[in-house]
């Protein structure tokens, strides 16, 4: 089954900046719809941002991440990735990606702390 590996995370001040990146096995990578997805203490795990499987010219946001969050797709290194710019404390989660719609099986996941 595939496996997703996440990384990038760490402690950041509010306006800062991180990039992560997910890894994914799995031969049928390119033509998959990837999200970024975050759970933060108490609540439900929630989509922050997807693309479209090819050249990924398709993207959607959560609202509260619009103009601050890129994400984009390597399909030769089969890696996604989210730019987090402008941080904020309520971007405070563990982040996770996979399929969208999001297969059963979860990595685990890298945590990003906005704090001062």
């Known amino acids: 089954q595939v496996q997703f590996v996440e990384s990038g995370g760490g402690l950041v001040q509010p306006g800062g900046s991180l990039r992560l990146s997910c890894a994914a096995s799995?031969?049928?990578?390119?033509?998959?719809?990837m999200g970024w997805y975050r759970q933060a203490p108490g609540k439900q795990r929630e989509l922050v941002a997807s693309?479209?499987?090819?050249?990924?010219?398709?993207?959607n946001y959560l609202d509260s991440v619009k103009g601050r969050f890129t994400i984009s797709r390597d399909n030769i290194e089969r890696t996604t990735y989210l730019q987090m710019n402008s941080l904020k404390p309520e971007d405070t989660a563990i982040y996770y990606c996979?399929?969208?719609?999001?297969?059963?099986?979860w990595g685990q996941g890298t945590q990003v702390t906005v704090s001062s």
């Open positions: 693309i479209s499987g090819g050249l990924g010219l398709t993207t």
């Open positions: 996979n399929y969208y719609p999001p297969a059963n099986y």
């Open positions: 799995g031969s049928n990578f390119r033509f998959r719809t």
